[in-house]
């Protein structure tokens, strides 16, 4: 089980091993689907910045490293921060393949590396258990419109279900934060992560 032992970060350093704080990774199943054979080295060598900014998490498009938001890390749902996790290590090996991250000569939902990285993230939820609902909460975003999830969940052959009433109380509660339709912490899925107090 991988631990995220927010009380190890340091003020005044801007990157850390990954390893150092998201343990156990390198055992993932998901995360070998990723990486393959270079499962251990990929993760040995990836940095993570944690930042005050209240966002989720992104690949920096300059070196390749993990942005995670510190907020989001330590109040968001253990669910989300977990396959967002999954997610972005797809966009850290598309970027030590070469691929242009953001590329916007496509729309969000149908940029090849977006749609590829939230392949993966469908297989995990599907893994866990998740419902088709659960997905599409997850999917959304509050840079996504209805219309552009429906296109997502389409192509990633999820049944698409409103999620307006979840998002409004996500938007009043801040980022994809446990809320009050949700079990707290992903506890009724068995996750290969957890919080460290």
């Given amino acids: 089980m991988s631990m995220l032992p927010l009380d190890k970060i340091r003020r005044g350093e801007s990157t850390y091993p990954f390893t150092d704080y ?3 990774f390198e055992k993932i199943q998901a995360v070998r689907r990723i990486f393959g054979e270079e499962t251990e080295d990929a993760l040995r060598n ?12 992104w690949v920096s498009d300059a070196d390749g490293h993990l942005i995670v938001g510190s907020h989001y890390l330590k109040n968001g749902d253990l669910v989300d921060i977990y396959l967002d996790i999954i997610h972005e290590l797809v966009h850290v090996r598309q970027f030590l393949e070469g691929k242009k991250l953001f590329d916007n000569s496509h729309s969000y939902v149908d940029r090849p590396t977006e749609v ?4 993966h993230v469908v297989q995990e939820a599907r893994n866990l258990g ?3 609902e659960r997905i599409c909460e997850h999917l959304k975003t509050e840079w996504m419109s209805d ?11 999820v049944k ?5 009433n979840h998002w409004t109380d996500q ?3 801040g980022l994809r934060e446990t809320s009050a339709n949700r079990v707290q912490g992903g506890s009724r899925y068995k996750l290969p992560i957890r919080r460290c107090s």
């Fill in 147 to 157: 219309e552009d999830l429906k296109q997502l969940a389409n192509t990633l052959n």
């Fill in 46 to 57: 990836l940095k993570v910045e944690f930042t005050w900014i209240r966002s989720y998490m």
């Fill in 116 to 119: 590829e990285a939230y392949h």
């Fill in 160 to 164: 698409y279900t409103s999620t307006k």
């Fill in 22 to 24: 998201f343990k156990g």
């Fill in 171 to 173: 938007q009043n509660n």
């Fill in 130 to 132: 998740l419902s088709d």
